[in-house]
């Protein structure tokens, strides 16, 4: 994520309901990172599940603090292909280059 720095440092997440969770953003020197702190809060409270798709929506920093709307799409593998249809078109490139990797993912939580 090119919006954030290679350190740990504090990210405020809006829902569509605009409630916040303030997470902690674990960067690296590698292009991989993690979420902590209060991830697993907001994991729970979307009830979100392994092929649920996110989408991190950068909004204007307030007051220095870096601010991502997260769009949340409800997955199953049935659903895999269809929900390409209703994911706002700006985030379509996203979707397309992560769907590989989604539907693999799912396939392999069915094979268990």
Not at 73 to 80: E, I, L, T
Request: negative net charge; contains cysteine; glycine residues 4%.
């Amino acid at each position: 994520m090119r919006y954030l720095s290679k350190y740990a440092e504090e990210v405020t997440l809006l829902d569509k309901d605009n409630k916040a969770w303030t997470i902690t953003w674990l960067g690296n020197d590698t292009s991989e990172c993690s979420l902590s702190g209060g991830w697993k809060y907001f994991v729970v409270d979307h009830n979100l599940k392994c092929g649920d798709i996110c989408i991190f929506e950068r909004l204007p920093m307030k007051e220095n603090i870096i601010i991502f709307r997260v769009h949340i799409f409800k997955v199953s593998p049935s659903d895999v292909v269809a929900i390409r249809d209703t994911i706002p078109t700006k985030f379509s490139k996203v979707l397309e280059r992560d769907a590989g990797k989604v539907s693999n993912e799912l396939e392999n939580e069915q094979d268990v």
